[in-house]
C-alpha cells in the first residue's frame, strides 16, 4: 500500500528529499521553496528558502553535502548551505549566488554523483554546468551550448561525474562530456567514448515521432540512456547499438527512474507511475504501481480508466443527451491516486541499482511513496478505454 | 493599443532560429518519385478494392506515405485513395481492420483523419465516415495515437 501525503491545494512543481529521508523540499508553483519535516505520518513546514523571484522551477538536495540547489525562471540558481545565524546563533538555510550567465529561465538542475558540480538546464538553448571557486567564494559556471538548438528541460549525471545526459524542445536526447579540468580527474573510457574533453557529443538519439524530450535518465551501470518524449513513448538507447522505443496507448510520460538495470519507473500526464522492463535483447512495459483502488472512494469499475472517462466527458454527454446540467452530480475522480499529472519521480528507498521505493509529486500537491516491487498488470485497464 | 509589431517575423533577425526542418527527418526519396509511387498506389488500391481486400488496400496506403514540403499533389492523392477506402468498408469491419494495422501504420491513419477533418470543403462530405475511423481507432492505438499526430513533424 503506497504512503499518501496531501502536501498542498497548490501544484508541487519539484521535490527533494535529504539523506534520511527526515526532511524534504519543494516548490508549490511559487517563488520560494519550503522545506518540510516528518512528524508521524504527516510532513510540517518548518522553513521558506526566499530568494528568487520568480517561479523556482527544480531542486535537488545533496545527500552527503547536504546542501540544496534550487533554479528558477529569474535565470538564477542558489546554493543553499546550512550556517548558524550570526545574530541568534540558530541554525538557517543561507544562500550562495551561482554565476550561471543563462538569458532565459532555468529548467532543470541536478547535482553530480560526487557533489561537487551541479548541472542547470535552461531555455537559453544551453547547459551551465557549475562548480565551487575557493577563491572567490562562489559557484562559477561553464555553458554547454552545441549543439542544441532549444530549451533543455531535463538533465541526468552518469555515475562517473563526468557525463551528462540532456533532453530538450528540439526533439533529442543527448550525452555530453561535462569534464572540468580543475576539479575532475580523468575519467576511464566507458561504452559512450574515451577521449571526453567538455562539451563532446557521446551520443544523440531522437524518438522516431518526435516529441519534446521530457526526461533523461541513465542507467545505474551508466551504460544505457532512457529518455520520455512527448510523443507518448520512452525510448531506451543503447551506445553503438539498439534503440527500443514503446509506444504507450496513453497520454504522454514526463518523468523517469531507474530502479535497476533493468527496471525503469516512468510517470505523466497519465497520472500513475508505469513500470518498464527488459535489457539490450528488448523492453516492454509490465504494469503499473496504482492498482486503481487505492485511491479513497473511488469507484473502479471498468471504463473509468484516466481521464478520457472523467468529469469533463461526461459532462457534455449528459448535458448533450440528457439535458442535465450535472452540478456536483458526475464523479470527477480518477481511480488513480493522483489526481493530476505527475511530474517528478525519484529514488526513495534502496541503493542505486536497487531502487525498493520511489516517491512522486504532481500538479494535484501529492506526496506519494511507491513500493517498486508491488507491480500490477496495465492491460485489463488499457481495453477497458472507451470513448 | 498598435498591435501590427506582434506579427512581425522575428525568426527572420535571429541567424540562429531553430528551421522546421531540422526537427525531423526529411523524405529521401525526389518529390517526382513521390508523387509517381502515390499514382503507382492509388492504382493498386483501385484493384485491391475490386478484390474487397479492405485491409491491404489501407497498408497500401500507409505503408510509405509522403510527408514533408513540395509533395502536397502526392499528399492529397493518397488522401483521395484513403477516402476511398474508407467510405467502401462496412462500418462494423472497422474494427478488425484497424486490429491488422501496424502500429506505424495506426498512426499514420490518425494524421490522414485529421487531415482530412481539416481540408476545407472535404469535411463535408467525409464527415461521419472521418469520425466513426476516429472514434474506433482511439478505442484500439489510445490517446497516445492523437498525441503522437500532434507531436509528429513528418505531416501528411
Request: charged share 20%; aromatic share 8%.
Amino acid at each position: 500500500m503506497p504512503e499518501v501525503f496531501s502536501i498542498s491545494q497548490n501544484p508541487i512543481t519539484a521535490h527533494a528529499f535529504n539523506a534520511d529521508r527526515s526532511q524534504l523540499a519543494v516548490s508549490l508553483n511559487s517563488n520560494d521553496a519550503q522545506i518540510l519535516i516528518r512528524s508521524g505520518s504527516e510532513w510540517v513546514p518548518t522553513e521558506m528558502l526566499t530568494e528568487h523571484d520568480k517561479v523556482i522551477t527544480s531542486i535537488d538536495w545533496a545527500p552527503n553535502s547536504n546542501q540544496i540547489v534550487t533554479a528558477s525562471q529569474d535565470r538564477n540558481a542558489y546554493v543553499w548551505q546550512q550556517t548558524p545565524d550570526p545574530e541568534t546563533g540558530k541554525i538557517v538555510w543561507k544562500p550562495t549566488l551561482v554565476l550561471l550567465r543563462i538569458n532565459r529561465a532555468a529548467t532543470h538542475v541536478r547535482w553530480s554523483p560526487k557533489e561537487d558540480k551541479f548541472a542547470v538546464a535552461s531555455g537559453a538553448r544551453a547547459i551551465a554546468i557549475c562548480s565551487f571557486d575557493p577563491e572567490n567564494n562562489w559557484w562559477v559556471s561553464k555553458l554547454l551550448k552545441k549543439p542544441i538548438r532549444s530549451t533543455v528541460l531535463a538533465v541526468d549525471w552518469h555515475p562517473n561525474n563526468v557525463l551528462l545526459a540532456a533532453g530538450s524542445a528540439d526533439m533529442k536526447a543527448r550525452v555530453f562530456s561535462a569534464y572540468i579540468k580543475e576539479i575532475d580527474e580523468r575519467p576511464a573510457a566507458t561504452v559512450w567514448g574515451s577521449k571526453l574533453p567538455f562539451n563532446t557529443i557521446c551520443g544523440e538519439f531522437t524518438s522516431a515521432a518526435g516529441g519534446w524530450v521530457h526526461s533523461v535518465g541513465f542507467s545505474p551501470s551508466g551504460d544505457v540512456l532512457a529518455f520520455a518524449s512527448h510523443d507518448s513513448s520512452i525510448s531506451i538507447a543503447y551506445p553503438g547499438g539498439p534503440v527500443y522505443n514503446i509506444r504507450m496507448p496513453t497520454l504522454p510520460l514526463v518523468t523517469l527512474t531507474w530502479t535497476s538495470e533493468d527496471n525503469i519507473i516512468a510517470a505523466g500526464h497519465d497520472c500513475q507511475p508505469i513500470v518498464f522492463s527488459g535489457s539490450d535483447a528488448g523492453w516492454q512495459e509490465i504494469g503499473t504501481l496504482d492498482n486503481g483502488s487505492y485511491a479513497a472512494g473511488s469507484k473502479a469499475g471498468a471504463g473509468s480508466v484516466g481521464r478520457l472517462k472523467a468529469g469533463a466527458f461526461a459532462t457534455f454527454r449528459d448535458a448533450d443527451s440528457r439535458g442535465q446540467t450535472s452540478n456536483g452530480t458526475t464523479d470527477t475522480k480518477l481511480i488513480t491516486i493522483h489526481q493530476n499529472t505527475v511530474t517528478s519521480v525519484r529514488p526513495y528507498a534502496g541503493v542505486p541499482g536497487q531502487i525498493t521505493q520511489v516517491s512522486t509529486t504532481g500538479v494535484d500537491g501529492k506526496l506519494v511513496i511507491w513500493d517498486t516491487a508491488s507491480v500490477n498488470a496495465l492491460t485489463g485497464r488499457m481495453a477497458a478505454m472507451s470513448m | 493599443m498598435d498591435v501590427a509589431f506582434r506579427k512581425i517575423d522575428i525568426d527572420v533577425y535571429d541567424e540562429d532560429a531553430l528551421q522546421d526542418s531540422e526537427l525531423y527527418e526529411a523524405d529521401s526519396r525526389d518529390p517526382a518519385q513521390v508523387l509517381g509511387d502515390a499514382r503507382a498506389r492509388q492504382a493498386s488500391v483501385r484493384s485491391l478494392l475490386a478484390k474487397n481486400d479492405i485491409a491491404g488496400a489501407l497498408t497500401a496506403i500507409l505503408e510509405n506515405a509522403p510527408y514533408g514540403p513540395n509533395v502536397e499533389d502526392a499528399k492529397t492523392m493518397s488522401l483521395q485513395s484513403l477516402l476511398t477506402v474508407l467510405n467502401s468498408t462496412k462500418s462494423t469491419e472497422i474494427p478488425a481492420v484497424i486490429k491488422s494495422l501496424s502500429m506505424d501504420s495506426q498512426d499514420t491513419l490518425m494524421k490522414y483523419l485529421y487531415k482530412g477533418m481539416a481540408m476545407s470543403g472535404w469535411a463535408d462530405s467525409n464527415a461521419s465516415v472521418l469520425l466513426s475511423w476516429h472514434e474506433k481507432l482511439t478505442e484500439i492505438a489510445g490517446t497516445g495515437c492523437i498525441v503522437r499526430t500532434m507531436t509528429d513533424r513528418r505531416t501528411v
